[in-house]
C-alpha cells in the first residue's frame, strides 16, 4: 500500500499550534514532522514534539484499564475489562449520588490536549448532564485573562510576524525561547533590523540573549509598571490627546502615579534606579514599542492587578492599535465556541458548585462541605505533579473513601494513586479542531491510526460514562466530526471571523485562517469593553470586588519558609510541556537531573557548591534538586522547572513547596510566591527521615 500523508495539529498546550504531516504505512505510523504549509509551523517542529512518534508508540503506554489491588498508591495492578471498569464506576457513582448527590463528583481535566472535542466538549457536557461539580480552571492565566478582558475588553493580539515592524520589544515575564518557539525567528530578524529587546524576568532566560535584562523581584511587575509611567508621564512622552480620546479613567490613573516615586519603586523591584530610568526613556522615545508577555506575571499573589499596570503602558503611550506596536498577551479571544453548542446547559440541572482547581488537596481533606468529594475523575491533567501544593493533592489522593478514577496515556503521579487506570488515545488516535492561543487559524485534526489497546479518546469516553449513567441524549454520543460541525457551524452563525471558515475546507485543507481585518487589534482607539474604550477605571472589575483602578498592591508574602526564605520561580521547561512529554526518555536526557538555579551570593551564605545535591522546604513539603550555582536567577531568588514527575525523581517534585494561597484575582494560582529555605543536601533533615520511616515500615508488612 502507498504511504498515507495525515494532517494533524500538535495537541499541546502551546501558543503555536502545530501543523504536523503524520506518514502512515499499512496502519503504522513511520514519520511525523512540521506541515510545510502551515504557515506559523513552516516545516518544522519543536525538539519536544518533533520525537512524538517515540511518544505515541512509547513502551509504558497505557493499553487497558486496570483496578488497583492492595494499598492506595502501592503500585499493584490487575488488568480489567472496559465492561468491568464502567460497571464499577456506575455502581461507585451511583452510591455516592443516592447518599451525597452528584456534586460529590468532581471532574478534573486541564490541558493535556487543546482540542475543542477532546478538552473543550469533553469537560462539558457529560458533567453538566451529570450535575457534577465544576472546575474553576484558574491554574494558568486566570488573573491575566481577567485584567486583560476588564481594560482592553478581549484577548487579541497582533500575528507573530508583526513584530518584523517593532522597534522595541519589552519581553515582560515571558520566556518564548522555549514556550513559544515559532515566535522566535521573527523576534530574531527584527533584532538583526535593529530593534531593541528588553527582557523582565527575575531569570536571566535564553531569550535574553542579545537583550537588555532587568531581573526584578518576583511579583512585583505593577510597582515596575507604575514607576515607569511616573517616569513617562513626568517627562512628557505620554499620549495626552490620545487619553483624552480614547481611554476611561485617565485622570484618576494619573493621581495614582503620585505613589510611585523612583526610589521607592527601585527599592521595592530590586531594579537599580537608573535601569528603570533608561528603560522609561527607551520605551517613551522609541516607536512602535511591543509589550510581550505571557503568564509568568500574573502567578503571584499581584498577579491581576500587575497585570493590570502592565496594560497602562501601551494606552500612556497611545500605541494600541498601531502596527509593531501595543501590547500582545494571546489570541483566544478571537474564537469564543458558542457555549450552548459546547454545554448544553440548557438541558442540564443547573450547574453543580464550583471547586477551584488550586486548592484541589484542601478540598479533598474537608475544604469542600456539603457534600464533601468522594469521587475524583481527572483526565487530560496530572494534579500530583502539576498543580499548586502537590502534597496536599497526594494526601487528598489517598483517602481510603475516595472512588478516583484516572484517564491517560501514562502511569503517571496522579495515576499511581488510583482505584481505576483507564487508558487515553494520542492525538494520532483521535480527531479534533484546535484554535490556538498565539496565532489565528484553525487547525483539523485527522484521526491518522487505530487507537493502540483499548485506548479511547476522552470524547469516546464520555460516550460510554453517559451510556453507563443511562444518558441517552444524543449530543452526548455524537461522533467527533458531528460535534464539530455542530460546534462549528453554531459559532460560525454570529462571528464574522468564520467567514470562510467551513468544516469541509478544514478537513481537506487541514488549517483555515480566520477571517481577520489586515489592520492591528484595537485599531483607531476602539476597544471591545463595556465603554468601548481604553479602561483604566473598571466598572467590571470594581464589581468583582477590585479597586476601580490599578495600582494598590497587597502586601503579602508567603510565610511558610521562615526569615531566610528565598522565592521559588518555577517556569516552564524547555523540555516537556508542563508535565506532558516528562516521562521520554530522549527528552529526559536532555533536561539531566533536576536542578535548581541558585546565585552565588545565596549559595556561598549556605555552603553550596555547583553540582551539590540540595533540599528545598517549607511547611508544605520538601524536594531534593541538584544545584547549579549561577547568576543567571537574582539573588533571592531560586528557579527550577515545571513539569517533572515525582515518581520518577525520587518521589517529590517543586510543587511539594508551592503555594495554595490564591493569587488577588479570579482565583489564580500563585505559583512563583512561593517561598523556600534552601540547604545543602548531604545530610537527611528530620522531616525527611521520620517521613521516610513511615515509607519504610508501610512498604514492608513484615516491620509491623
Ligand atoms: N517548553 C514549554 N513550552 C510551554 C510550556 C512548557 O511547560 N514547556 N507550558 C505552556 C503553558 S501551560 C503556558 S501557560 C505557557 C507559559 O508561557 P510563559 O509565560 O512564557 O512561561 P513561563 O516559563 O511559565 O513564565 C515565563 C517567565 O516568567 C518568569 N517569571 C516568574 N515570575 C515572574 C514575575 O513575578 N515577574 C516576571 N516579570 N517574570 C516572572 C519566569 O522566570 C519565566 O522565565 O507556555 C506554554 N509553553
Ligand atoms: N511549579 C509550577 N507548576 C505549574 C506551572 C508553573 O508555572 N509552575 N504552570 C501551570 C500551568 S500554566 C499549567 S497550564 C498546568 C498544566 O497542568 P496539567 O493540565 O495537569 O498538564 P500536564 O501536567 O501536562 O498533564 C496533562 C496530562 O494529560 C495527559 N494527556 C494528554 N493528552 C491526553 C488526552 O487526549 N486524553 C487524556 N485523558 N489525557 C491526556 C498527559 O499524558 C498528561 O499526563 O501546570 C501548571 N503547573
Ligand atoms: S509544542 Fe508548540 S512548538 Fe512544539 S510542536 Fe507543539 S505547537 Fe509546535
Ligand atoms: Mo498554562
Same mark, same amino acid.
Given at each position: 500500500?502507498?504511504?498515507?500523508?495525515?494532517?494533524?495539529?500538535?495537541?499541546?498546550?502551546?501558543?503555536?499550534?502545530?501543523?504536523?504531516?503524520?506518514?502512515?504505512?499499512?496502519?503504522?505510523?513511520?514519520?511525523?514532522?512540521?506541515?510545510?504549509?502551515?504557515?506559523?509551523?513552516?516545516?518544522?517542529?519543536?525538539?519536544?514534539?518533533?520525537?512524538?512518534?517515540?511518544?505515541?508508540?512509547?513502551?509504558?503506554?497505557?493499553?487497558?484499564?486496570?483496578?488497583?489491588?492492595?494499598?492506595?498508591?502501592?503500585?499493584?495492578?490487575?488488568?480489567?475489562?472496559?465492561?468491568?471498569?464502567?460497571?464499577?464506576?456506575?455502581?461507585?457513582?451511583?452510591?455516592?449520588?443516592?447518599?451525597?448527590?452528584?456534586?460529590?463528583?468532581?471532574?478534573?481535566?486541564?490541558?493535556?490536549?487543546?482540542?475543542?472535542?477532546?478538552?473543550?466538549?469533553?469537560?462539558?457536557?457529560?458533567?453538566?448532564?451529570?450535575?457534577?461539580?465544576?472546575?474553576?480552571?484558574?491554574?494558568?492565566?486566570?488573573?491575566?485573562?481577567?485584567?486583560?478582558?476588564?481594560?482592553?475588553?478581549?484577548?487579541?493580539?497582533?500575528?507573530?510576524?508583526?513584530?518584523?515592524?517593532?522597534?522595541?520589544?519589552?519581553?515582560?515575564?515571558?520566556?518564548?525561547?522555549?514556550?513559544?518557539?515559532?515566535?522566535?525567528?521573527?523576534?530574531?530578524?527584527?533584532?538583526?533590523?535593529?530593534?531593541?529587546?528588553?527582557?523582565?524576568?527575575?531569570?536571566?532566560?535564553?531569550?535574553?540573549?542579545?537583550?537588555?535584562?532587568?531581573?526584578?523581584? =518576583? #511579583?512585583?511587575?505593577?510597582?515596575?509598571?507604575?514607576?515607569? @509611567?511616573? $517616569? *513617562?508621564? !513626568? &517627562?512628557?512622552?505620554?499620549?495626552?490627546?490620545?487619553?483624552?480620546?480614547?481611554?476611561?479613567?485617565?485622570?484618576?490613573?494619573?493621581?495614582?502615579?503620585?505613589?510611585?516615586?523612583?526610589?521607592?519603586?527601585?527599592?521595592?523591584?530590586?531594579?537599580?534606579?537608573?535601569?528603570?530610568?533608561?528603560?522609561?526613556?527607551?520605551?517613551?522615545?522609541?516607536?512602535?514599542?511591543?509589550?510581550?508577555?505571557?503568564?509568568?506575571?500574573?502567578?503571584?499573589?499581584?498577579?491581576?492587578?500587575?497585570?493590570?499596570?502592565?496594560?497602562?503602558?501601551?494606552?500612556?503611550?497611545?500605541?494600541?492599535?498601531?502596527?509593531?506596536?501595543?501590547?500582545?498577551?494571546?489570541?483566544?479571544?478571537?474564537?469564543?465556541?458558542?457555549?450552548?453548542?459546547?454545554?448544553?446547559?440548557?438541558?442540564?440541572?443547573? =450547574? #453543580?458548585?464550583?471547586?477551584?482547581?488550586?486548592?484541589?488537596? @484542601?478540598? $479533598? *481533606?474537608? !475544604? &469542600?462541605?456539603?457534600?464533601?468529594?468522594?469521587?475524583?475523575?481527572?483526565?487530560?491533567?496530572?494534579?500530583?505533579?502539576?498543580?499548586?501544593?502537590?502534597?496536599?493533592?497526594?494526601?487528598?489522593?489517598?483517602?481510603?473513601?475516595?472512588?478516583?478514577?484516572?484517564?491517560?496515556?501514562?502511569?503517571?503521579?496522579?495515576?499511581?494513586?488510583?482505584?481505576?487506570?483507564?487508558?487515553?488515545?494520542?492525538?494520532?488516535?483521535?480527531?479534533?479542531?484546535?484554535?490556538?492561543?498565539?496565532?489565528?487559524?484553525?487547525?483539523?485534526?485527522?484521526?491518522?491510526?487505530?487507537?493502540?489497546?483499548?485506548?479511547?479518546?476522552?470524547?469516546?469516553?464520555?460516550?460510554?460514562?453517559?451510556?453507563?449513567?443511562?444518558?441517552?441524549?444524543?449530543?452526548?454520543?455524537?461522533?467527533?466530526?458531528?460535534?464539530?460541525?455542530?460546534?462549528?457551524?453554531?459559532?460560525?452563525?454570529?462571528?464574522?471571523?468564520?467567514?470562510?471558515?467551513?468544516?469541509?475546507?478544514?478537513?481537506?485543507?487541514?488549517?483555515?485562517?480566520?477571517?481577520?481585518?489586515?489592520?492591528?487589534?484595537?485599531?483607531?482607539?476602539?476597544?471591545?469593553?463595556?465603554?468601548?474604550?481604553?479602561?483604566?477605571?473598571?466598572?467590571?472589575?470594581?464589581?468583582?470586588?477590585?479597586?476601580?483602578?490599578?495600582?494598590?498592591?497587597?502586601?503579602?508574602?508567603?510565610?511558610?519558609?521562615?526569615?531566610?526564605?528565598?522565592?521559588?520561580?518555577?517556569?516552564?521547561?524547555?523540555?516537556?510541556?508542563?508535565?506532558?512529554?516528562?516521562?521520554?526518555?530522549?527528552?529526559?536526557?536532555?533536561?539531566?537531573?533536576?536542578?535548581?538555579?541558585?546565585?552565588?551570593?545565596?549559595?556561598?551564605?549556605?555552603?553550596?557548591?555547583?553540582?551539590?545535591?540540595?533540599?528545598?522546604?517549607?511547611?508544605?513539603?520538601?524536594?531534593?534538586?541538584?544545584?547549579?550555582?549561577?547568576?543567571?536567577?537574582?539573588?533571592?531568588?531560586?528557579?527550577?522547572?515545571?513539569?517533572?514527575?515525582?515518581?520518577?525523581?525520587?518521589?517529590?517534585?517543586?510543587?511539594?513547596?508551592?503555594?495554595?494561597?490564591?493569587?488577588?484575582?479570579?482565583?489564580?494560582?500563585?505559583?512563583?510566591?512561593?517561598?523556600?529555605?534552601?540547604?545543602?543536601?548531604?545530610?537527611?533533615?528530620?522531616?525527611?527521615?521520620?517521613?521516610?520511616?513511615?515509607?519504610?515500615?508501610?512498604?514492608?508488612?513484615?516491620?509491623?
Amino acid at each position: 500500500m502507498t504511504p498515507l500523508k495525515i494532517r494533524g495539529a500538535c495537541p499541546h498546550d502551546c501558543p503555536d499550534t502545530c501543523g504536523v504531516v503524520t506518514t502512515v504505512e499499512n496502519g503504522t505510523a513511520v514519520d511525523f514532522r512540521g506541515d510545510p504549509d502551515n504557515p506559523v509551523t513552516r516545516g518544522w517542529l519543536c525538539a519536544k514534539v518533533r520525537p512524538y512518534l517515540d511518544h505515541v508508540y512509547h513502551p509504558d503506554r497505557l493499553l487497558h484499564p486496570m483496578a488497583r489491588v492492595g494499598a492506595k498508591g502501592g503500585g499493584r495492578w490487575r488488568r480489567v475489562s472496559w465492561d468491568e471498569a464502567l460497571e464499577t464506576i456506575r455502581s461507585r457513582w451511583q452510591a455516592i449520588i443516592a447518599k451525597f448527590g452528584a456534586e460529590a463528583i468532581l471532574p478534573y481535566s486541564y490541558s493535556g490536549t487543546l482540542g475543542m472535542v477532546q478538552m473543550v466538549v469533553s469537560s462539558g457536557r457529560f458533567w453538566n448532564r451529570l450535575g457534577a461539580s465544576t472546575l474553576d480552571r484558574a491554574i494558568c492565566g486566570a488573573a491575566a485573562e481577567t485584567a486583560v478582558e476588564a481594560m482592553i475588553g478581549k484577548r487579541c493580539s497582533a500575528p507573530y510576524a508583526d513584530v518584523i515592524h517593532s522597534k522595541l520589544v519589552i519581553l515582560w515575564g515571558h520566556n518564548p525561547h522555549s514556550t513559544a518557539p515559532h515566535f522566535m525567528p521573527w523576534l530574531r530578524h527584527a533584532q538583526r533590523l535593529g530593534c531593541r529587546v528588553v527582557v523582565i524576568d527575575p531569570r536571566r532566560t535564553p531569550s535574553a540573549n542579545g537583550a537588555t535584562h532587568l531581573a526584578l523581584r =518576583p #511579583g512585583t511587575d505593577g510597582v515596575l509598571a507604575m514607576g515607569l @509611567a511616573r $517616569l *513617562l508621564v !513626568e &517627562a512628557g512622552r505620554h499620549d495626552e490627546a490620545w487619553l483624552s480620546a480614547h481611554a476611561l479613567g485617565w485622570p484618576g490613573f494619573r493621581e495614582r502615579l503620585a505613589d510611585f516615586p523612583l526610589d521607592r519603586v527601585s527599592e521595592q523591584t530590586g531594579v537599580p534606579a537608573d535601569q528603570i530610568a533608561d528603560l522609561a526613556r527607551l520605551y517613551g522615545d522609541t516607536r512602535p514599542g511591543l509589550i510581550k508577555m505571557a503568564d509568568g506575571v500574573n502567578r503571584n499573589f499581584n498577579g491581576g492587578e500587575n497585570v493590570r499596570a502592565l496594560l497602562a503602558l501601551p494606552a500612556l503611550t497611545g500605541q494600541y492599535g498601531t502596527r509593531g506596536g501595543g501590547l500582545s498577551y494571546s489570541t483566544s479571544g478571537y474564537v469564543q465556541w458558542n457555549a450552548e453548542a459546547v454545554h448544553k446547559r440548557s438541558q442540564c440541572p443547573p =450547574p #453543580g458548585r464550583s471547586i477551584n482547581m488550586n486548592r484541589l488537596g @484542601a478540598a $479533598l *481533606l474537608g !475544604e &469542600a462541605t456539603d457534600p464533601p468529594i468522594q469521587s475524583l475523575f481527572v483526565f487530560g491533567a496530572n494534579p500530583a505533579t502539576s498543580t499548586v501544593n502537590a502534597g496536599r493533592v497526594v494526601e487528598g489522593m489517598k483517602r481510603e473513601d475516595l472512588f478516583t478514577v484516572v484517564h491517560d496515556l501514562f502511569m503517571t503521579d496522579t495515576a499511581d494513586l488510583a482505584d481505576l487506570v483507564l487508558p487515553a488515545t494520542s492525538q494520532l488516535e483521535q480527531t479534533d479542531l484546535h484554535k490556538a492561543y498565539g496565532t489565528t487559524q484553525l487547525t483539523y485534526n485527522t484521526q491518522a491510526i487505530a487507537p493502540l489497546g483499548e485506548s479511547k479518546s476522552n470524547w469516546e469516553l464520555m460516550g460510554l460514562l453517559a451510556r453507563a449513567m443511562g444518558f441517552d441524549e444524543p449530543w452526548l454520543h455524537q461522533s467527533a466530526d458531528e460535534v464539530i460541525d455542530e460546534v462549528l457551524a453554531a459559532t460560525a452563525r454570529d462571528d464574522p471571523h468564520f467567514e470562510g471558515v467551513t468544516a469541509a475546507r478544514l478537513r481537506a485543507e487541514g488549517h483555515v485562517a480566520l477571517s481577520i481585518p489586515d489592520q492591528p487589534p484595537f485599531a483607531g482607539g476602539r476597544f471591545p469593553t463595556a465603554s468601548g474604550k481604553f479602561e483604566f477605571h473598571s466598572e467590571r472589575l470594581a464589581r468583582m470586588g477590585h479597586d476601580p483602578l490599578p495600582g494598590r498592591f497587597r502586601d503579602l508574602v508567603d510565610d511558610a519558609a521562615g526569615d531566610d526564605a528565598l522565592t521559588l520561580v518555577t517556569g516552564a521547561s524547555h523540555h516537556f510541556v508542563s508535565s506532558s512529554l516528562a516521562s521520554q526518555a530522549n527528552l529526559l536526557k536532555n533536561a539531566g537531573t533536576p536542578f535548581v538555579e541558585i546565585h552565588p551570593d545565596d549559595a556561598r551564605k549556605r555552603g553550596i557548591a555547583d553540582g551539590d545535591e540540595v533540599v528545598l522546604g517549607n511547611a508544605r513539603g520538601e524536594c531534593r534538586l541538584r544545584a547549579v550555582v549561577t547568576d543567571a536567577v537574582r539573588p533571592g531568588v531560586v528557579g527550577s522547572p515545571k513539569g517533572r514527575w515525582a515518581n520518577l525523581s525520587g518521589g517529590r517534585n517543586v510543587n511539594w513547596l508551592t503555594t495554595d494561597t490564591l493569587a488577588d484575582m479570579a482565583g489564580q494560582a500563585s505559583y512563583h510566591s512561593s517561598r523556600v529555605w534552601v540547604r545543602r543536601g548531604d545530610r537527611r533533615t528530620a522531616g525527611e527521615v521520620s517521613r521516610l520511616a513511615k515509607e519504610i515500615f508501610i512498604a514492608s508488612p513484615s516491620c509491623g
